[in-house]
């Protein structure tokens, strides 16, 4: 079975700033894809940025990117910039063998003007 | 592209009544589809896995003859809560997957679902 820890349960970032959530799985797949999604205040769950474990290179988009270390089973997120709108509940999370996603426990972002 | 659709977005129900929730791929097919619940302040828990054509999967605990989810084709899948009682009264999630695009979820809006 997946685990998706994510340890902080609140951060907070001023504008313009950047900040960095972090998260650490386990899973037992051998090719596998990660994800982080925000869920803002409407509940709706937005895909933010895709990562695939057997590249190397770190996925980025736009002002999101993550730090991937594979074999530390870390997969944090980095947001530059920050801006009013990034505040949101964010989640990571990590797929299993029927497609199935668990998700972490969810980290509150709060930015600050 | 990769849109979710959900109906309804919130209902509110007398206890013992069913109520159905249906989730929508409105640009892609979907032979796989997920059902979440989310408490307030905590994290999506899976429910159910819905596979067009058979029988769902249910995750352990969740109770079959409660949520029975029916996926008829590759665009809809359905949950009903039967006889609902107040402790079903949650935020109710579903998500499908996009041909091609591996693992990648796209998730409705929700159903907020009240039971009196």
């Given at each position: 079975a997946q685990t998706v820890t994510q340890s902080q349960p609140e951060m907070s970032v001023q504008e313009a700033e950047t900040v960095t959530l972090s998260c650490t799985y386990d899973t037992s797949e051998s090719d596998y894809y990660l994800f982080w999604y925000k869920q803002p205040p409407s509940r709706q769950m937005i895909l933010v940025i895709r990562q695939e474990a057997y590249k190397q290179q770190n996925a980025t988009e736009n002002r999101f990117s993550v730090n991937f270390q594979k074999a530390a089973k870390s997969f944090s997120l980095k947001i530059s910039?920050?801006?009013?709108?990034?505040a949101a509940m964010y989640f990571c999370a990590c797929p299993g063998s029927a497609r199935q996603l668990t998700f972490g426990s969810g980290t509150q972002l709060t930015v600050l003007p | 592209g990769a849109v979710v659709s959900q109906h309804p977005s919130w209902v509110i129900c007398k206890s013992g009544t069913s109520v159905k929730i249906e989730c929508r791929s409105l640009d892609f097919q979907a032979t796989t589809m997920f059902w979440y619940r989310q408490f307030p302040k905590q994290s999506l828990m899976l429910m159910a896995t819905s596979n067009e054509g058979s029988k769902a999967t249910y995750e352990q605990g969740v109770e079959k003859d409660k949520f029975l989810i029916n996926?008829?084709?590759?665009?809809l899948s359905t949950l009903t809560v039967t006889s609902?009682?107040?402790?079903?009264?949650s935020f109710y999630i579903c998500s499908a997957g996009a041909s091609g695009e591996t693992d990648t979820q796209y998730f409705g809006p929700g159903t907020r679902l009240t039971v009196l």
């Open positions: 910039d920050s801006q009013l709108g990034d | 996926h008829a084709s590759l665009t609902a009682h107040p402790e079903d009264s």
